[in-house]
């Protein structure tokens, strides 16, 4: 679905040019090895990279031009990926074509050359005083997750089965990895960045192919680099002597997140059976879990299972009166249970079918979700389009699904509720 | 049918009233592959007084029962409408607000026949005593879910100080205790009452032949009975334009306080062209003085009094409207003083220039743009715009010739302190149990 370049060895543009949309689109995507320490470094060299400058010296003078030019979007980010930890920088900006007399795009592009190549250093060093208040900002959004009981809850449990595995391993790192961040590592970071790390950067929107490789080559003149990186992620070796943890907390609701374990992963060659029978489990609102959790005993408002496929694990989550805990945990078993046992209807394989075959064609309409799903699948398949991945659900047979069911292991329990539920126990 | 065409935006919006009252519109995009059908009623969590439709006696409602209403429209005699929109690969999907009810859909394929299910399962509502029974289960949890949402309790806490009246203050979903006396008998009420097509809009965008869809819910249209068209009558109680409570806080288990400084809107009995202007007017007064790149901004952000959850906006219906200034905070005292010495200031001297205005018109103009890449969000402002009588492809022409007069005058409306409130959310003292 992109058109493919290699601007230089390990560096490669994507391009997809479409009048779909208004604004063109574009992200670099920087990949390394996912470790706690660099993605504390690399979470705060992103805010240190978006506060300013060497062009733009305050945060408001960046922010201005950025107005200027018709609110273009401009940002930094860091993400994680199964084993890779992701620091990139995305923009999006209004297309000339639907301003008069207007050359935003270039400007964009010229916008994007200096905040990557120009920083705002002095003597070699980044600005200490906006490295300590960026470090708090880190350490503030990495806290903030205690007041969103959901992601807590889901950090919560993979600390507890995958400790110290890139499962469990955010984004931004944790708080202590990011107070022991310098200003030196930032630097180096920014030169990893500039010279080593593997950089793939695409470009969606009404655009010339030519006018984009010609832009590439006069705004970033990136050199080649040799990074080998991993796709797979170990298998976890280690074992949980634990299946079950219940914390308190002072909230209303009990969370409840559910663990479960396969060997099928995003790059087995069942995934698409994995995907399937997921989406049978708990993906949808004609899925096992919802049916049964919220529509037959009305315990739930929300009751779904999610497919970590670069990890191997299905999560089901749940939000519960803190008293059905156990009941819950039953009702979701044997639902499991059904599909392992062939209970599995030609009803809700062909509706599975057409949820995930809609999902996939539906994130087309977005170009940012158009380039992360090619992002992920070119890992396995560098022509992958949504029609040939579609067809590889048309076949599928209830027994590989039930095949695929009977490999799903629960492994932990993870239970987070107010002091009623601690009371029964 | 009517046609439109938006030269600037090259979009083309086709329109026809059908003689049971219901609008339609179709926006076909080029290039998508999916195709976002909302069916709307006039009809929110705010229209909890009215005479129901052939009676002459004012009803009030329990609390939560446009959005139960919403919950139950889902539930039919042969089961549940989401396994026949999965059946022909559509998402499904509906939402309450303060002041609208939408059903919606998605889908790449079976675009006829997914619009027939969303016509057929809100224009045929099926309530028994046991199924309305079931659903307050799952409703009590959805509830408590957003009782455990600070951000959630915040913005609510800064609308309960604003209004002393006004239902806007009531939680959209209600309370576990209200929605316990609802019944079947209520919800015929209150569907009878608003669910007229007259009182609902069909919003049709995307991958869409518009001549062929809307031959389709002509005739779908004209195959069902309605009543004739009635006007509803609705009661809002009089709000006073001072705040309710002044300041007020509650403890949750958060990491840090989390604060709202909300100022209470006066000039919220308006629709049409006027209200286009002054929303977008007082939208950009906003912006200038309490936006990213305010002086205002950069004090209080290289003070570490705010962090990246800051957030300043205006918003409105008619009836009610507020602004609001919110962060996380270390220190909600220093924060609120400085916003409220901010909004005094501005207000006596306003300090901008014509470039200022150009600056921020300009990034919205922009902003506007990149939304209309999401056909969801057309359609959601779409009806929006068109139940407040404006129209939301007007917006771009309105913000170029919006005056820094018409800016100035929409900040001066927030110098009155009576309308300021300040509602915060403070972490647990800790030495309870630790």
Not at chain 1, 136 to 156: F, G, L, N, P
Not at chain 1, 220 to 241: G, I, M, S, Y
Not at chain 2, 323 to 346: F, K, V
């Amino acid at each position: 679905m992109f058109q493919q370049f290699e601007l230089a060895h390990g560096v490669k543009l994507y391009v997809r040019p479409t009048e779909q949309f208004k604004t063109i689109n574009i992200s670099f995507k920087w990949k390394q090895q996912l470790t706690l320490e660099q993605a504390a470094i690399r979470s705060v060299l992103a805010n240190v990279l978006q506060y300013n400058n060497a062009e733009y010296p305050t945060n408001a003078a960046f922010r201005k031009r950025l107005d200027d030019l018709y609110g273009a979007v401009l940002y930094f980010d860091t993400a994680k990926k199964g084993n890779h930890h992701i620091f990139s920088l995305n923009a999006e900006t209004v297309n000339d074509a639907y301003l008069s007399n207007e050359k935003v795009v270039e400007e964009v592009f010229s916008l994007l050359h200096t905040v990557i190549f120009k920083p705002n250093m002095v003597d070699g060093k980044f600005v200490d005083s906006i490295v300590k208040r960026e470090k708090e900002q880190v350490i503030e959004r990495i806290q903030s997750m205690y007041d969103d009981k959901t992601r807590y809850a889901q950090q919560r449990l993979l600390e507890n089965i995958l400790p110290n595995h890139a499962a469990s391993i955010t984004a931004n790192g944790t708080v202590a990895a990011v107070q022991g961040v310098t200003n030196e590592q930032l630097v180096d970071m920014h030169e990893t960045l500039l010279k080593k790390d593997e950089l793939s950067i695409y470009v969606v929107g009404d655009v010339n192919m030519q006018e984009i490789k010609d832009k590439m080559e006069k705004y970033f003149q990136f050199t080649a680099r040799t990074a080998e990186l991993k796709k797979e992620v170990e298998a976890p070796t280690t074992t949980n002597d634990k299946d079950f943890l219940h914390e308190i907390q002072d909230m209303k609701q009990g969370k409840l997140h559910m663990a479960y374990r396969t060997p099928i992963t995003f790059f087995s060659k069942e995934f698409p059976i994995m995907q399937l029978t997921n989406g049978i489990l708990g993906g949808f609102s004609h899925s096992k879990i919802f049916i049964n959790v919220r529509e037959k005993e009305s315990m739930a408002y929300y009751a779904s299972s999610s497919y970590s496929s670069l990890y191997g694990l299905i999560f089901v989550l749940a939000g519960i009166d803190s008293n059905l805990q156990e009941k819950a945990v039953k009702l979701i078993d044997e639902q499991l249970k059904a599909m392992q046992a062939g209970d599995i209807t030609d009803l809700e394989i062909n509706q599975t079918k057409s949820m995930l075959k809609n999902q996939l064609k539906e994130a087309l309409d977005s170009s940012r979700a158009q380039i992360e799903i090619y992002d992920q699948y070119k890992e396995i398949d560098e022509s992958f389009t949504v029609e040939n991945w579609v067809s590889r659900w048309s076949s599928v047979t209830k027994e590989q699904i039930q095949q695929m069911a009977s490999t799903i292991e629960k492994e932990f329990v993870y239970f987070l509720s107010g002091k009623d539920g601690a009371d029964n126990e | 049918m009517n046609e439109t065409y938006f030269e600037q935006l090259e979009e083309t919006l086709y329109h026809e009233q059908l003689p049971n009252g219901l609008n339609v519109y179709i926006l076909p995009k080029k290039g998508f592959s999916k195709t976002y059908v909302t069916f709307t009623t006039k009809y929110g969590s705010i229209d909890r007084e009215f005479i129901p439709l052939g009676k002459d006696k004012t009803v009030i409602v329990p609390d939560g029962i446009a959005h139960f209403l919403e919950h139950k429209m889902f539930e039919k005699e042969e089961g549940d409408v989401f396994q026949k929109f999965s059946e022909k690969g559509a998402s499904a999907n509906a939402f309450t607000s303060f002041t609208r009810t939408a059903y919606l859909f998605s889908s790449t394929d079976y675009i006829l026949d997914n619009t027939k299910t969303l016509l057929d399962f809100v224009q045929q509502p099926y309530f028994t005593e046991q199924t309305v029974e079931k659903e307050k289960g799952i409703i009590a949890q959805e509830i408590t879910m957003y009782d455990d949402q600070p951000d959630w309790r915040l913005y609510f806490g800064a609308i309960e100080n604003m209004y002393k009246e006004h239902p806007v203050k009531i939680d959209i979903a209600g309370t576990v205790e209200s929605i316990n006396k609802i019944t079947a008998e209520h919800l015929y009420e209150c569907y009878n009452t608003f669910y007229h097509p007259s009182n609902m809009v069909l919003f049709v965008v995307g991958a869409v032949d518009p001549k062929e869809m809307m031959a389709f819910i002509k005739e779908d249209q004209a195959s069902k009975t309605f009543e004739a068209p009635q006007e509803i009558t609705r009661f809002f109680p009089d709000e006073q334009n001072d705040v309710d409570i002044k300041e007020r806080k509650l403890q949750m288990d958060v990491q840090k306080p989390k604060v709202i400084y909300g100022i209470k809107s006066n000039n919220v009995n308006i629709s049409g062209e006027e209200m286009l202007n002054y929303e977008l007017a007082m939208q950009v007064a906003i912006e200038l003085v309490f936006g990213r790149t305010s002086a205002f901004y950069q004090d209080v952000y290289d003070k570490g009094l705010v962090d990246e959850s800051y957030s300043a906006d205006y918003s409105m219906e008619n009836g009610y409207g507020f602004s609001m200034i919110g962060s996380d905070t270390s220190n909600a005292e220093e924060l609120t003083q400085t916003i409220r010495q901010s909004i005094l200031n501005h207000a006596s001297e306003w300090e901008f220039t014509v470039e200022d205005l150009k600056r921020i018109t300009r990034k919205k103009i922009g902003y506007f743009l990149r939304a209309l890449n999401s056909i969801e969000y057309i359609a959601n402002q779409f009806t929006r715009y068109s139940f407040n009588d404006m129209n939301l492809f007007d917006v771009v022409p309105a913000l170029e010739n919006l005056s820094m007069e018409q800016v100035k005058d929409a900040f001066e409306t927030l110098r009155n302190e009576n309308a300021h409130t300040v509602f915060t959310i403070v972490p647990f003292e800790k030495n309870k149990n630790e």
